[in-house]
């Protein structure tokens, strides 16, 4: 057997908000919208993890999820344009990645973050 995809699932009432996040700032393509369901996500190749985590690193509370893209500033860019509050960060990690923190509209923790 092989696993083929992790879908994180987010639960919501409202599933529009999803929208303008994860589609308008962060660029996803919205692959399925139901009455009960909207996928975003990408059509290029992605890696396939899932993390157990105690700690979020250098102190910080663990991410409900991680978004590594490959352009951190204009990510950055995005988020402030649209007025959400960065958390934490933009800092550099000791074990090589660059990332923010911010929250989703369902209250996600969100960790945007770029390998170096």
């Known amino acids: 057997m092989k696993v083929k995809r992790i879908v994180a699932n987010v639960e919501t009432q409202d599933i529009t908000k999803a929208k303008h996040f994860y589609e308008k700032i962060l660029g996803l393509d919205q692959l399925m919208n139901m009455d009960f369901i909207a996928t975003y996500g990408s059509h290029e190749k992605m890696e396939t993890q899932i993390?157990?985590?105690?700690?979020?690193?250098?102190?910080?509370?663990v991410p409900d999820l991680s978004i590594e893209v490959d352009d951190?500033?204009?990510?950055?860019?995005?988020?402030?344009?649209?007025?959400?509050?960065?958390?934490?960060?933009?800092?550099?990690?000791p074990w090589g990645v660059r990332r923010f923190f911010v929250r989703d509209p369902f209250g996600k923790l969100i960790n945007i973050l770029i390998h170096l």
């Open 72 to 93: 951190l500033d204009e990510a950055l860019a995005r988020i402030k344009k649209a007025g959400i509050s960065v958390e934490y960060g933009p800092v550099g990690e």
């Open 51 to 61: 993390s157990f985590l105690s700690e979020g690193g250098s102190g910080t509370p």
